[in-house]
C-alpha cells in the first residue's frame, strides 16, 4: 500500500509510457508523483 496522502485520494493517473509510474492527488493539497519500480515512498510530494 502506498502512504503518502494525509487525507482522501480523489484521483490516480498512471503514466501512458510506463505502467509503473503514476500521480495521485488528494484532498491534502498534495500531487504525488510513484514510481513502482523504487518501492512505497513517494518520488516527488
Given at each position: 500500500i502506498y502512504q503518502g496522502h494525509?487525507?482522501?485520494v480523489e484521483d490516480v493517473q498512471f503514466c501512458?509510457?510506463?505502467a509503473q509510474q503514476?500521480?495521485?492527488v488528494g484532498d491534502d493539497s498534495?500531487?504525488?508523483l510513484w514510481d513502482a519500480r523504487v518501492g512505497l515512498a513517494?518520488?516527488?510530494k
Open positions: 494525509e487525507d482522501t501512458p509510457s510506463s503514476f500521480c495521485s498534495c500531487l504525488i513517494p518520488v516527488i
